[in-house]
C-alpha cells in the first residue's frame, strides 16, 4: 500500500519531483482551495494541463545539469545557475543572448516563491518560461527578505548585464507579499511589481518561517506618500477560490487562515487595497456588500473601478478592474481569475508582464518612464 501523504501548502523538492505518487495535481490544487472550489474539475482543464506541464521541468534537481539543459534550450534560452546554500541559496537566469552581444542589458526580474517551497517551485510560475522568451534575467532568492533583495542586486549590477532602469519583482502567496512589501518600501528600486496570490500593505509581526526570521513590519504613511509621488506600476492576480479568500473584498478569512501572519480579514484587504490604489496614483475606492455590484468584474472583485474588462484564456474568464488615473493611464490592474484555487495559471506572468514591461524607471531620478 502507497504510503499516506500529506497534503499541505509548503512542497518540497520531494514533493515536487515524487508528485504522481503523491495527491497528484489535483490534490495539490485541492489544497489550495475554499469550500466552493472544484480541484478536479482545474485539474482536467486546459489550464490544469498546463500547470502539470509547468511542473515537469520540476522533475530534475535543483542544480542538475537536466535542469540546466532545459533552461539553456528553452525559447531563445537562459543560463541557469544555483549558487549559496541552505536559507542563502538563490538561482540566476541570464538569457543566452548575453554572451553574444556582451555590450547588450537586459530586465531584471525578483522572482519571489510562496512560503515553505523551495526556489525550484517558482520555475513553474511562468516568469522564467516569459524571461526566456523576452530575454529577461531572473533571480530567485531563499531569503526574500529586503536586505538580501540589496544584496542580490548589487552583485547582479556588477556581475550581469543588468538593465539598470528596469528592475521589477514578481512574486506568488508569500512571494507576492514580500513582492509588494519590498516595493512599497523601496518604490524608487523598481519600475513594476506582480502581486499573486496575497493582497497586504500594512503591519506583520516579526516571525520565523522555514528557518528565515522575517522582521515585523509596518506599511506607513510615509512609505504610501513616496509611492503616490512616484508612481507604481502594479498587477494584482487572485483567484476566486483561494482558500486565504481574497475574493470579493467583502469575504472575512476562515479557519487557520483566520490567525495567519498576515492579517486577511476584509478591513484589512480593503485597507491594502486602497494603499496600491495610491500607489498606483489614483484616490481609495469604495467597496461592495454582496450583490451590490455595477458590473461583472466589480461583482467578482468586491470593489468600484474607473474601467473594467473582460478576458477569456484556456476557457477561463478573467475578470479584470483598473484603477484609471485623471490623465486615463493605469498603473495598478486587478485581475481576477474564474473559479481558480491559490495557483498561478499561465497567464500570470504573461499578464503582469504586460502591465509592467512597459515601464522604466530612471535610477537618478526615481521618476517612471513610460517606454516607446
Not at 504522481?20 to 490544469?48: C, H, Q, R, T
Not at 522575517?214 to 504613511?221: G, V
Not at 494603499?275 to 451590490?292: I, N, S
Request: aromatic share 10%; proline share 5%; net charge negative.
Amino acid at each position: 500500500m502507497a504510503e499516506e501523504r500529506e497534503v499541505k501548502m509548503g512542497l518540497t523538492e520531494e514533493d515536487i519531483r515524487h508528485r504522481d505518487e503523491g495527491p497528484g495535481i489535483a490534490g495539490l490544487l485541492a489544497a489550495m482551495g475554499d469550500s466552493e472550489a472544484d480541484a478536479e474539475a482545474i485539474a482536467a482543464s486546459e489550464d490544469g494541463r498546463l500547470i502539470a506541464e509547468r511542473m515537469a521541468v520540476m522533475q530534475w534537481p535543483e542544480d542538475s545539469a537536466e535542469s540546466k539543459a532545459f533552461w539553456a534550450g528553452y525559447e531563445k534560452g537562459l543560463r541557469k545557475e544555483v549558487h549559496g546554500e541552505g536559507l542563502e541559496k538563490w538561482s540566476s537566469f541570464v538569457p543566452l543572448a548575453a554572451e553574444k552581444d556582451p555590450d547588450r542589458v537586459f530586465p531584471l526580474i525578483f522572482c519571489l516563491h510562496g512560503a515553505g517551497n523551495p526556489i525550484q517551485l517558482a520555475e513553474s510560475y511562468g516568469v522564467m518560461q516569459l524571461a526566456a522568451r523576452e530575454e529577461c534575467i531572473v533571480i530567485a532568492p531563499e531569503n526574500e527578505n529586503w536586505e538580501n533583495i540589496e544584496k542580490l542586486l548589487a552583485y547582479a549590477k556588477e556581475h550581469f548585464p543588468v538593465d539598470v532602469r528596469r528592475v521589477y519583482s514578481i512574486g506568488y502567496s508569500f512571494g507576492g507579499f514580500m513582492s509588494s512589501r519590498n516595493v512599497m518600501a523601496h518604490p524608487e528600486m523598481f519600475a513594476g511589481v506582480g502581486m499573486g496570490g496575497m493582497l497586504f500593505a500594512g503591519h506583520v509581526k516579526a516571525h520565523d518561517l522555514n528557518g528565515q526570521w522575517y522582521p515585523a513590519y509596518d506599511l506607513t504613511e510615509e512609505m504610501v506618500q513616496k509611492a503616490e509621488a512616484l508612481g507604481v506600476p502594479m498587477l494584482l492576480f487572485m483567484g476566486e477560490n483561494e482558500m486565504l479568500r481574497l475574493l470579493p473584498l467583502w469575504k472575512d478569512p476562515e479557519g487557520e487562515v483566520r490567525d495567519g501572519v498576515i492579517p486577511l480579514q476584509h478591513e484589512d484587504k480593503q485597507a491594502a487595497f486602497n494603499r496600491f490604489r495610491r500607489a498606483g496614483q489614483c484616490a481609495p475606492t469604495t467597496f461592495l456588500a454582496e450583490r451590490e455590484a455595477a458590473s461583472e468584474v466589480e461583482e467578482h472583485i468586491g470593489a468600484r473601478f474607473e474601467r473594467t474588462e473582460i478576458r477569456e484564456y484556456h476557457g477561463r474568464k478573467y475578470f479584470i478592474g483598473d484603477s484609471v488615473k485623471p490623465d486615463g493611464e493605469c498603473l495598478f490592474r486587478t485581475v481576477a481569475c474564474e473559479k481558480m484555487v491559490h495557483w498561478p495559471t499561465v497567464m500570470f506572468a504573461e499578464l503582469v508582464w504586460e502591465q509592467i514591461g512597459k515601464y522604466e524607471r530612471d535610477p537618478e531620478s526615481g521618476k517612471l518612464v513610460r517606454r516607446a
